[in-house]
């Protein structure tokens, strides 16, 4: 199976700031990458598709993007709506894994 | 508007069987790929299985194959997960999603295995 290492696993941080979220393939996954924000209690929101292509409704300040087997979710001038987890998905080959999350929280 | 709505979830004793239901709707269901994912508690996203647009192909994670069916009848717009042999290990949120667009997802379901 196609292991998604995802980091960090917590992340503190200010409004206002930026702030990037990795998630290394071990295999090659091309562009086979989305990452999704969960808020709790509720169910996972599609943010970015094809490792760079914004989904339908995201805010502009969330960007992807690849260097190598490394993904990476960046947002920019975070705001207090952004405070979530975060997880990356490959579905490149089965089975889909996901990341292990990076929640995104308030310092 | 593009609407997932799962049901069938509860209290189930370990080694029984139950079976999810995720009514589509707000698009042609029969022209999509559809799968499970489901979260335990306090932890991760975790891929169940998944079905082909006409239900000719299916995949399944290891740890459910041979315990879980999934199915779809088209002409209700209908999604199923029948879970046999149920394990305290299959205590989680499932959630059916569009396959390959992997959005939108249903409201999730909660499944509790114990006895």
């Known amino acids: 199976d196609i292991q998604m290492t995802q980091s960090p696993s917590s992340l503190p941080a200010s409004l206002g700031d930026r702030v990037t979220i990795t998630c290394r393939a071990s295999q090659d996954i091309g562009n086979y990458l989305r990452w999704f924000q969960q808020k709790p209690g509720k169910s996972p929101r599609l943010m970015i598709y094809?490792?760079?292509n914004l989904a339908a409704g995201v805010p502009s300040r969330f960007s992807g993007s690849r260097s190598g087997s490394d993904y990476s979710l960046t947002i920019n001038s975070l705001e207090s709506e952004d405070m979530a987890i975060y997880y990356c998905?490959?579905?490149?080959?089965?089975?889909?894994?996901f990341g292990g999350g990076t929640k995104l929280e308030l310092k | 508007e593009v609407q997932l709505v799962e049901s069938g979830g509860g209290l189930v004793q370990p080694g029984r069987s139950m079976k999810l239901s995720c009514a589509a709707s707000g698009f042609t269901f029969s022209n999509y790929g559809m799968a499970w994912v489901r979260q335990a508690p306090t932890k991760g996203l975790e891929w169940v299985a998944t079905?082909?647009?006409?239900?000719?192909?299916?995949y399944y994670r290891d740890s459910v194959k041979g315990r879980f069916t999934i199915s779809r009848d088209n002409a209700k717009s209908t999604l199923y997960l029948q879970m046999n042999s149920l394990r305290s290990e299959d205590t989680a949120t499932y959630y059916c999603t569009r396959g390959l667009q992997w959005c939108p997802w249903g409201q999730g379901v909660m499944v509790t295995v114990s006895s």
């Open positions: 094809g490792a760079t």
């Open positions: 998905l490959q579905h490149n080959e089965y089975p889909p894994t």
């Open positions: 079905i082909s647009y006409d239900g000719s192909s299916t």
